[in-house]
């Protein structure tokens, strides 16, 4: 399976800004969807995922009704629209893949896929 992420940029604070991913090499609807920042001098956390089917989504709490997670099956592909950017979103966005259940899909060792990653940049 490959992930491809983009969309990235440098935008300001309170701009928005739309990362898409697209995946290739397997079914893609095996898969539940997630991704993943890593700040300036921070680890890798979740930002959200998406069930196989799209039907359950989860956030982690920083990014709660700002950003959105969505995924199109037969385009095989993932977005994740973020509104109201602010600068501690500043970070390396990874989108990830994994046939794992969905009880552990904030962990970023559950997921077996990574893309390589698109930077974001908020400016104050």
């Known amino acids: 399976v490959q992930l491809q992420a983009s969309g990235g940029g440098l935008v300001q604070a309170g701009d928005s800004l739309r990362l898409s991913c697209a995946v290739s090499g397997r079914t893609f609807s095996d898969y539940a969807m997630g991704w993943f920042r890593q700040g300036p001098g921070k680890e890798r956390e979740f930002v959200a995922a998406?069930?196989?089917?799209?039907?359950?989504?989860h956030y982690a709490d920083s990014v709660k009704g700002r950003f959105s997670i969505s995924r199109n099956n037969a385009e095989m592909t993932v977005l994740l629209q973020m509104n109201s950017l602010k600068p501690e979103d500043t970070a390396v966005y990874y989108c990830?893949?994994?046939?794992?259940?969905?009880?552990?899909?904030?962990?970023?060792?559950?997921?077996?896929?990574w893309g390589q990653g698109t930077q974001v940049t908020v400016s104050s």
């Open positions: 998406i069930s196989w089917s799209g039907s359950m989504r």
């Open positions: 990830a893949a994994t046939e794992r259940g969905w009880r552990t899909i904030d962990l970023s060792y559950e997921y077996d896929y």
